[in-house]
Nanobody
Framework: QVQVVESGGGLVQPGESLRLSCTASGSIYSAKVMGWYRQVPGKPREQVANRTRDGITYYADSVKGRFTISTTFSRDNLKNTVDLQMLDLQPDDTAVYYC??????????????WGQGTQVTVSS
């Protein structure tokens, strides 16, 4: 079994910061990509940032310069983490944020595992 657990959402005012954390653990052979998506009601889920095990990093244009992703790809593949430091948050950043881990596990050679989502609300 694989667990993907997020933490760190909340309510902040415009201009403030938050840090989201996510850990993927369990029967993992290898973590290939770790990242964050977000979704607001009525809209498709949007990719925010991710990083491959090889260090290739992606940021959505809307968050470049404000959000920073950091990852740990465990050498023994027991625990892999991805954090998202979010600065200068704006109301348009309000969404449910989801962690996604692309993993090779004992059940699947290549599969996307999602966290349960954490709410980020930016409001004055």
């Amino acid at each position: 079994q694989v667990q993907v657990v997020e933490s760190g959402g909340g309510l902040v005012q415009p201009g403030e910061s938050l840090r989201l954390s996510c850990t993927a653990s369990g029967s993992i052979y290898s973590a290939k990509v770790m990242g964050w998506y977000r979704q607001v009601p009525g809209k498709p889920r949007e990719q925010v940032a991710n990083r491959t095990r090889d260090g290739i990093t992606y940021y959505a244009d809307s968050v470049k310069g404000r959000f920073t992703i950091s990852t740990t790809f465990s050498r023994d593949n027991l625990k892999n983490t991805v954090d998202l430091q979010m600065l200068d948050l704006q109301p348009d950043d309000t969404a449910v944020y989801y962690c996604k881990a692309t993993l090779a596990t004992t059940e699947h050679p290549h599969w996307d595992y999602w966290g349960q989502g954490t709410q980020v609300t930016v409001s004055s």
